[in-house]
């Protein structure tokens, strides 16, 4: 494709008002959780604000997105699984989910970006591309193939560069404490092989400490931006059903069930609360390697008629279920995220976290309780004292507070219209690169 066509497309601002955009990602859900649901947050929320938008990513998503995303259908296109993918992907299977990042993921990322990149050159012709947008992986390590496209890419946002808190080693699994800093000294080295991120238009970051990740040869634009977002359709406050007792205090904790999350931390300082607060309980959402232990855990505490276990729960149900509960604990070491907490804030569900990652990020000027991280102990005690201090007409404070802060900076619409606005500028700026100007 001629390069000059794309940029002059889009400079002539008469022809149409927002730049055609490409989302290309490897995996895109609404339902399995993490990243892979920010793909689908940025397509649909640029569809809602009338940006011609399509989305690339791989053919295991196809049929969950046309089952939900039906009227997108024509504008998701999907590259189709390899034989090789399937077996590097069950040999990474074991694997801790830092390593395999690393490893096996790496590989089988390498190899969806090989096909999407060949489809991309076609769909920027036949579709006239404006520009390419790669919001996952999300970690600023990772490699991209996504260059020589002919028309701008911007990649991101990224959130990463974490490392762990001082008294948390014995979460830390023995072998990502040898295998993730190796592993990070290579990455430089493979973004200089692959170099889709040196020569990206603009990289998108979460924070300054994601910023930091950043190879010191990249000459392009560094913008902040937060990965994470809320949609307000699906985390509001619907109210407390009347069946519920307000003697009552009743803690939630979402998420993985990782040794790093703390669900461990938050069921033992619940035990504590338990003793001066008869009536208190705890639910658990969420599923993971630790839900064996979590019970046993449990039943040796005695708490075992006083928390539930939901394991894995849809958006919607989540959402319910939170909006049912005090306060959210949510003691985790190495959470670069934690859009849990974000969705806890939309709802005005008060949150007690480790001031560390994104809690720390996204609590800094209120909306919840932030903890010093530490050992297990002292942080137990921390969250036993702060949940205990927390009167209703203080939870109702926080909460408001945090349900502003969501409204002003958080919420996808408002991401989306800053990214069609990072896109125009980028499409100007490429545009003014290669001598097209405005006609």
């Given at each position: 494709m001629d390069t000059s066509?794309?940029?002059?497309?889009?400079?002539?601002?008469?022809?149409?008002?927002?730049p055609r955009v490409l989302i290309?990602?490897?995996?895109?859900?609404?339902?399995?959780?993490?990243?892979?649901i920010l793909p689908v947050q940025w397509f649909v929320g640029l569809a809602r604000e009338g940006v011609e938008a399509h989305l690339l990513v791989?053919?295991?998503?196809?049929?969950?997105?046309?089952?939900?995303?039906?009227?997108?259908?024509?504008?998701?296109?999907?590259?189709?699984?390899?034989?090789?993918?399937?077996?590097?992907?069950?040999?990474?299977?074991?694997?801790?989910?830092?390593?395999?990042?690393?490893?096996s993921g790496w590989v089988v990322h390498l190899i969806s970006q090989f096909m999407q990149r060949r489809a991309a050159r076609d769909m920027i012709a036949k579709l006239s591309i404006d520009i390419v947008h790669q919001p996952t992986p999300v970690s600023p390590r990772l490699p991209s193939m996504l260059h020589g496209l002919s028309v701008p890419v911007i990649?991101?946002?990224?959130?990463?560069?974490?490392?762990?808190?001082?008294?948390?080693?014995?979460?830390?699994?023995?072998?990502?404490?040898?295998?993730?800093?190796?592993?990070?000294?290579?990455?430089?080295?493979?973004?200089r092989v692959i170099p889709g991120?040196?020569?990206?238009?603009?990289?998108?970051?979460?924070?300054?400490?994601?910023?930091?990740?950043?190879?010191?040869?990249?000459?392009?634009?560094?913008?902040?931006?937060?990965?994470?977002?809320?949609?307000?359709?699906?985390?509001?406050?619907?109210?407390?059903?009347?069946?519920?007792?307000?003697?009552?205090?009743?803690?939630?904790?979402?998420?993985?069930?990782?040794?790093?999350?703390?669900?461990?931390?938050?069921?033992?300082?619940?035990?504590?609360?338990?003793?001066?607060?008869?009536?208190?309980?705890?639910?658990?959402?969420?599923?993971?390697?630790?839900?064996?232990?979590?019970?046993?855990?449990?039943?040796?505490?005695?708490?075992?008629?006083?928390?539930?276990?939901?394991?894995w729960v849809s958006r919607e149900q989540c959402s319910q279920m939170m909006s049912q509960s005090d306060i959210m604990v949510f003691p985790s070491v190495h959470d670069c995220g934690g859009a849990v907490v974000l969705e806890a804030m939309a709802m005005g569900l008060p949150v007690v976290a480790v001031n560390w990652g994104g809690p720390g990020d996204y609590l800094s000027e209120g909306g919840g309780i932030l903890i010093n991280p530490s050992n297990r102990e002292r942080m137990v005690s921390e969250i036993v004292e702060v949940i205990l201090g927390l009167t209703p007409a203080k939870r109702r404070e926080l909460g408001a507070v945090a349900q502003q802060i969501i409204i002003e900076r958080y919420t996808?619409?408002?991401?989306?219209?800053?990214?069609?606005?990072?896109?125009?500028?980028?499409?100007?700026?490429?545009?003014?690169?290669l001598g097209i100007g405005k006609t």
């Open positions: 066509k794309s940029a002059l497309g889009f400079s002539r601002s008469e022809k149409r008002s927002h290309i990602a490897e995996n895109a859900s609404l339902s399995v959780g993490g990243e892979a791989h053919s295991r998503c196809k049929a969950e997105l046309i089952c939900e995303l039906p009227q997108f259908r024509g504008r998701m296109h999907f590259v189709p699984e390899t034989i090789l993918q399937t077996i590097v992907w069950k040999l990474g299977a074991r694997l801790s989910p830092h390593v395999r990042d690393f490893t990649i991101g946002p990224m959130n990463g560069n974490m490392t762990y808190p001082p008294g948390s080693a014995s979460v830390r699994p023995i072998i990502e404490r040898i295998f993730v800093p190796v592993a990070r000294c290579f990455s430089g080295v493979a973004n991120k040196l020569r990206a238009e603009m990289l998108l970051v979460a924070n300054e400490r994601t910023k930091q990740a950043i190879s010191q040869s990249y000459r392009g634009s560094v913008e902040v931006i937060c990965e994470n977002g809320v949609d307000p359709q699906v985390w509001r406050m619907s109210g407390r059903p009347s069946t519920h007792d307000v003697n009552r205090l009743r803690l939630v904790f979402v998420g993985r069930l990782e040794r790093w999350k703390g669900p461990s931390i938050a069921l033992q300082a619940f035990g504590e609360i338990k003793k001066q607060r008869p009536q208190a309980e705890l639910w658990i959402i969420g599923d993971g390697p630790e839900m064996r232990r979590l019970k046993n855990e449990a039943k040796t505490l005695g708490l075992i008629d006083a928390v539930n276990f939901f394991g996808w619409p408002t991401k989306v219209r800053k990214i069609v606005d990072v896109y125009r500028s980028v499409c100007e700026g490429y545009a003014q690169s």
